[in-house]
């Protein structure tokens, strides 16, 4: 069966991705295509419709990114959104020009028309503006459909041609509306169905997987978090016992992690795993080790190592199964689509060996990828179990590691975890781990002076980890942490709470 399309022609606006988030969310597959590949991609793969994203330059800089005139001529409705409808507007004949004022932040819209676009949106809503150049001249059949007190087009239409252009970012949260308006270009103008879910997918790709992988040796390197979970019990469901899944455990996870993967994978998918037990290895490698980067390039460089080493004990491995998933994709500037390729040497496998890259994730979002995971009836705490960075507690660990240190941070953690899951608030904190900021200070216990450490508490809110805000969480809950660590975990006499956002800090400390 064919799946409906919609091309996102990406010319380099902040927003891109989330265009494609938005649309993938109401049910319409859609691929973020760069610029110059807008037009072929639209010959070949006739998409339902297209949209325009935006992007940092103005339509007159000399190499500002374009799209050929014909992309309006193949009869597939386009929508441009800020910089896409300004190119728009220039390629058809309108003018842009650069205000005096700039429109920035949230503005008063008003829709003046029944456009399809805007049905059931008529009147005034509030969007998000974030623009310096504007459209000062319709291209000849074009009206405008929506003002605002600045903004002569926020948006405009040839609606028999069906090509619509706006001015603000229906894309973001602040645009009221904003997936209104979405799902009528989808739903109304694009006239999609709606084929894309989840249940689709799998249904798709698993006689895929079966037919590339069938007598084939697929090794895969197992962290236990969410992407290469989910691509493993997806392709262990196509192929069993051909999987074969390697867990590097670099001792650096949290309390009984190591145990709780295993114990999954194997007990309860009876999957083909091999754990290693590396940390003591991983340790020795980081002995007097502070410096936060030299610590990442260590646990990388070990962990092929490791990974390397256990692949050559398997022999011959045809398949090599990651988690790669599409904003690497994007972000890698290789665009397309194929599930499967052909690859030499990558990191972790025996040199020389020729052998396919099985990347079952590498059409999906995060977000997809979790509810791909529900389809496959994947536990809910792995399936939305929260970000753990690949270098694990030394991130979280200041200064040297030691396994004296980390006893603390997993223990003062697993207190933190605890506390997080009875009150609920799992699924409402992005992110909430312990750490060992390398201070100790003076404390007094019972008639004792003590000189312990300190532990930290970072707790955030955040949608992408590009930003984040401190969670606001209740104090007498921080009061029933702080109080449980200092008095379960030895050597501990204060706990702090940060209280930074991201930026200007990390979410990490490290
Ligand atoms: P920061 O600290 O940069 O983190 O705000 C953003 C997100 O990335 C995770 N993170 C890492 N993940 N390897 C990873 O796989 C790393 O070296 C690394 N450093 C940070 C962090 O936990 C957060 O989710």
């Known amino acids: 069966m064919e799946r409906e399309l919609i091309i996102v022609v990406d010319f380099g606006g902040q927003y891109n991705q989330l265009i494609a988030r938005r649309v993938r969310d109401l049910n319409v597959y859609c691929e973020v295509v760069p610029f110059d590949k807008a037009l072929e991609r639209a010959k070949k793969d006739k998409p339902k419709g297209i949209i325009f994203t935006g992007g940092p330059a103005s339509v007159y800089a000399a190499c500002a990114p374009s799209v050929e005139k014909e992309i309006f001529e193949l009869g597939i409705p386009v929508l441009g959104i800020c910089y896409g409808a300004q190119l728009m507007a220039h390629l058809l004949g309108g003018k842009v020009k650069s205000p005096d004022f700039k429109e920035y932040g949230k503005i008063e819209y008003d829709v003046k028309c029944g456009s399809k676009l ?14 310096r150049d504007y459209i000062s001249q319709l291209p000849a059949g074009f009206e405008i459909t929506a003002t605002t007190q600045m903004c002569p087009v926020a948006a ?48 798709e790709q698993l006689p895929l997987i079966k037919k590339t992988a069938a007598g084939k040796k697929v090794l895969c390197g197992l962290s236990g978090g969410v992407d290469s979970s989910v691509a493993a019990v997806m392709v262990h469901r196509a192929i069993g016992d051909n999987l074969i899944c390697v867990f ?17 994978f194997k007990d309860a998918y009876k999957m083909n795993f091999i754990r290693v037990n590396a940390g003591p290895r991983f340790l020795k490698k980081l002995a007097g080790v502070s410096d936060p980067e030299q610590k990442r390039k260590i646990i990388g460089a070990e962990f092929i190592a490791v990974f390397d080493e256990e692949a050559q004990k398997l022999g011959q491995v045809d398949c090599l199964l990651q988690g790669t998933i599409y904003p690497d994709v994007i972000e890698s500037g290789s665009g397309h689509s194929a599930v499967i390729k052909s690859h030499h040497n990558v990191g972790g496998l025996p040199k020389d060996i020729k052998f396919q890259l099985l990347e079952p994730l590498r059409l999906l979002f ?5 509810r791909l995971g529900e389809e496959l009836e994947i536990p809910r705490e792995l399936v939305w179990r929260q970000p753990f960075p690949g270098p694990g507690l030394a991130v979280r660990c200041l200064g040297e590691i030691t396994e004296d240190k980390l006893k603390i941070i997993r223990e003062s953690d697993a207190i933190l975890r605890q506390e997080i899951a009875k009150h609920k608030l799992e699924y409402t904190i992005w992110q909430y781990f312990t750490f060992l900021p390398n201070i100790r200070s003076v404390g ?19 949608s992408d980890a590009m930003t984040a805000d401190w969670a606001r969480i209740p104090y007498e809950i921080l009061e029933k942490i702080s109080s449980r660590i200092v008095s379960e975990v030895e050597s501990v006499n204060r706990v702090i709470y940060d209280i930074t956002s991201k930026p200007p800090a990390t979410i990490e400390w490290e």
């Open 156 to 203: 405009m239409e040839m609606a028999d041609k069906n090509i619509y252009g706006l001015q603000f970012h229906p894309e973001v949260t602040h645009t009221q509306r904003g997936n209104d308006i979405l799902r009528n270009f989808l739903y109304g103008i694009c006239k999609v169905k709606g084929d894309w879910t989840m249940g689709s997918y799998l249904a």
């Open 444 to 462: 007094v216990m019972g008639d004792e002076r003590t000189y312990f450490h300190t532990v930290g508490i970072r707790a955030v809110t955040s």
């Open 366 to 370: 995060k977000d997809e990828v979790r």
């Open 118 to 131: 805007f049905q059931g949106i008529e009147g005034k809503n509030i969007c998000w503006m974030s623009h």
């Open 248 to 264: 590097v455990d670099h001792g650096l996870l949290r309390k009984n992690e190591g145990d709780e993967v295993e114990k999954f």
